[in-house]
T-cell receptor, first 109, second 114 residues
Framework: GQSLEQPSEVTAVEGAIVQINCTYQ??????LSWYQQHDGGAPTFLSY????GLEETGRFSSFLSRSDSYGYLLLQELQMKDSASYFC??????????FGGGTRVLVKP | DTGVSQDPRHKITKRGQNVTFRCDPI?????LYWYRQTLGQGPEFLTY????????KSRLLSDRFSAERPKGSFSTLEIQRTEQGDSAMYLC????????????FGPGTRLLVL
C-alpha cells in the first residue's frame, strides 16, 4: 500500500515563508508532485520532482530526497491568494498518482 | 482550447439510480484519469486511459463503476445503482504523453445521492 503524511493546516502572514513537508511510504515510486486547490476549485499542477534536489518556479519551490522518502513545498513571499489546500502526490509504477490528505494554508494580512 | 471540461457540473440523484458523467480532455492529450474527492480529502485515483485503452483501475472501484473512452477522445464514467456513499466530487484530468506528470484537471462533477 501507499501512505503519505503532510500537516493538516498551516497559518502564516502575508510576506512570510511557509514550508509544507511530505513524507511517503510506497513501492514503485518514481516521482513527487504538488498541486494547489482553492475552495470549490480544481487541483492545479505546481511541480514535479523525479530527482533529488530543489526545483524553483517563481515564488514556489519543491524539494525531493528519495533516500529519505521526503519532500517539501516552499511558498515564499506569501500572498492572500495563496490561501488554499496543497497536496503532495506520489507517482508509482503503472502511472498512478496517489494524493496525500492535503495541507490547508491560511494567509493572514 | 480552453482546458478540460466536465458535464454535468452538478448531479442530484436518488439511491439506486444510474448516473453518467462526461469528460472532454485537452485535445492533444492522450492520457485521461478519473478521480473521486470527498470533502477534506485528496483526490483518490479511480482509473486511467491511454488513448482508448483502460490501463489501470483502482481495486477500490466496485463493479458498479465503469469507464469508457471509445475513440480516445472524451470519456464517460458510469455509476450503477448509486449509493449514498458515492456522493463526492468526480474529477477528470488529462496529460500529454511527453509531459505525462503534468495533469490538467477539469472543474469536476459534484454528485449528491439522496
Amino acid at each position: 500500500g501507499q501512505s503519505l503524511e503532510q500537516p493538516s493546516e498551516v497559518t502564516a502572514v502575508e510576506g512570510a515563508i511557509v514550508q509544507i513537508n511530505c513524507t511517503y511510504q510506497t513501492s514503485g515510486f518514481y516521482g513527487l508532485s504538488w498541486y494547489q486547490q482553492h475552495d470549490g476549485g480544481a487541483p492545479t499542477f505546481l511541480s514535479y520532482n523525479a530527482l533529488d534536489g530543489l526545483e524553483e518556479t517563481g515564488r514556489f519551490s519543491s524539494f525531493l530526497s528519495r533516500s529519505d522518502s521526503y519532500g517539501y513545498l516552499l511558498l515564499q513571499e506569501l500572498q492572500m491568494k495563496d490561501s488554499a489546500s496543497y497536496f503532495c502526490a506520489v507517482w508509482v509504477v503503472g502511472n498512478k498518482l496517489t494524493f496525500g490528505g492535503g495541507t490547508r494554508v491560511l494567509v493572514k494580512p | 482550447d480552453t482546458g478540460v471540461s466536465q458535464d454535468p457540473r452538478h448531479k442530484i440523484t436518488k439511491r439506486g439510480q444510474n448516473v453518467t458523467f462526461r469528460c472532454d480532455p485537452i485535445s492533444e492529450h492522450n492520457r485521461l484519469y478519473w478521480y473521486r474527492q470527498t470533502l477534506g480529502q485528496g483526490p483518490e485515483f479511480l482509473t486511467y486511459f491511454q488513448n482508448e485503452a483502460q490501463l489501470e483501475k483502482s481495486r477500490l472501484l466496485s463493479d458498479r463503476f465503469s469507464a469508457e473512452r471509445p475513440k480516445g477522445s472524451f470519456s464517460t464514467l458510469e455509476i450503477q445503482r448509486t449509493e449514498q456513499g458515492d456522493s463526492a466530487m468526480y474529477l477528470c484530468a488529462s496529460s500529454f504523453y511527453r509531459d505525462k506528470e503534468t495533469q490538467y484537471f477539469g472543474p469536476g462533477t459534484r454528485l449528491l445521492v439522496l
